[in-house]
């Protein structure tokens, strides 16, 4: 071993030292900066492989998820030989060693020797369902429309999507189509992102664990049930009024759940919850609500839709309700790889849009309504409650 080499490993040693003990935050922080490091000493050759491939690695991700290669490796400590995983799995050994091989090249399995082979962190993060589901739906459903978005933005002159009907989305699958009445049609589709949607979802991370309710609905001065304290706008099935009443059982005022009646249909049977069939699109039924609540409803639609949904809560708002917008607050700069990416997702299926506290401060001012303050409560992520209300006479 060299000098330089003897220098690099014991630097190496010290970064895994720090990274055992650091937090979440810290984690992602040597994360990037580790990447920018790798990317700094990246020949334009490196860049071609680095790009050209990246296709190549999901397929061989999700070639490994359909014959159980990555939970067959973290069953055990022991390595794994390429003829055991060949019986297992049924696949051709000739097969499986050159998948294996790739596989390790790409750092998803750990290479003992020629023909073994172990589980390493990202195998056991490839056996979490979260994981399959999700790659599983970026694979099959948003990879084809991210090969379409090129081509579509040099059609439209390379103008921002504003009409859901006419998106990458609609040239990838060849539909006039909407993305959710398209999924209706491939339940094959639906079923990964569903799985996916569900599965990442962090209850500790939650608008709940900022925002003062309970103060507010004190000063509300709700006396009885007959109030609707508070109206979850296209809640999905209902795990969001299902944590309200887990955090405030006992807080007076009517939880109501809405949204369209297949997912109404579908809604957990949670004890105080009031289930109410309702296209956000039309006039809201529920008028002088104490919280009208909405998370990650605004960003799946163009601006003009936006603005009508905003419009159609501001009308039923009283003078004592609060409009809640659930949703990721991107910062003015430096925004993450995966924000960002979802951000262009947003605008590849759906003509929709992440936003930054400047620009939702201008759609909200566009349609009448302030935004009082902004509570961050999972800052990697950029996720926040936005505290909205009529402007103050």
Not at 34 to 55: A, I, Q
Not at 212 to 217: C, M, T
Not at 319 to 341: F, K
Not at 350 to 359: D, I, K, N, P, V
């Amino acid at each position: 071993m060299t000098l330089d080499q003897a220098k690099m490993n014991t630097a190496l040693d010290q970064i895994k030292q720090f990274a055992a003990a650091a937090d979440e935050t810290t984690r992602q922080q040597l994360v990037a900066s580790l990447n920018k490091l790798v990317l700094s000493l990246e020949s334009p050759n490196d860049t071609v492989h680095r790009y050209g491939h990246m296709n190549l690695q999901i397929a061989n991700i999700k070639i490994g998820f359909d014959l159980g290669i990555f939970k067959l490796l973290s069953e055990t400590e022991s390595p794994v030989a390429v003829e055991e995983v060949a019986q297992k799995t049924g696949a051709e050994t000739v097969l499986i060693r050159r998948i294996m091989r790739y596989l390790t090249a790409i750092d998803a399995v750990s290479e003992v020797s020629a023909s073994q082979f172990t589980a390493n962190n990202v195998t056991r993060n490839l056996t979490e369902n979260v994981v399959e589901a999700g790659l599983s739906h970026y694979f099959y459903t948003a990879g084809p429309q991210y090969e379409a978005l090129p081509a579509f933005l040099k059609r439209t002159g390379y103008k921002n999507p504003v009409d859901e009907q006419h998106t990458a989305f609609q040239d990838a699958w060849k539909t006039p189509l909407r993305a959710f009445e398209w999924f209706g049609e491939h339940p094959g589709h639906l079923a990964y992102f569903n799985d996916y949607m569900a599965l990442r979802r962090q209850p500790k991370l939650s608008w709940l664990s900022v925002y003062p309710v309970a103060q507010e609905v004190q000063e509300w001065g709700a006396e009885d049930n007959d109030r609707v304290i508070y109206v979850n706008i296209g809640g999905g099935i209902g795990h969001q009024c299902k944590q309200f009443k887990e955090q405030y059982p006992n807080l007076p005022g009517k939880v109501i759940l809405q949204d369209l009646p297949h997912s109404i249909a579908k809604a957990l049977p949670t004890p105080g919850v009031d289930n109410m069939e309702h296209d956000f699109f039309q006039p809201q039924p529920v008028k002088g609500a104490k919280f009208y609540f909405m998370r990650g409803v605004l960003h799946d639609h163009p601006p003009q839709k936006a603005r009508k949904i905003l419009e159609l809560t501001k009308a039923a708002m009283g003078s004592e309700s609060t409009l809640l917008i659930d949703e990721m607050i991107l910062p003015e700069t430096g925004v993450n790889l995966m924000a960002a990416s979802i951000d262009l997702t947003m605008l590849t299926a759906l003509a929709g849009m992440e936003r930054t506290e400047t620009q939702w401060r201008e759609v909200l001012s566009e349609v009448g309504l302030e935004l009082v303050q902004t509570l961050v409560y999972n800052s990697l992520h950029y996720e926040g409650v936005m505290q909205v209300r009529l402007p103050r006479a």
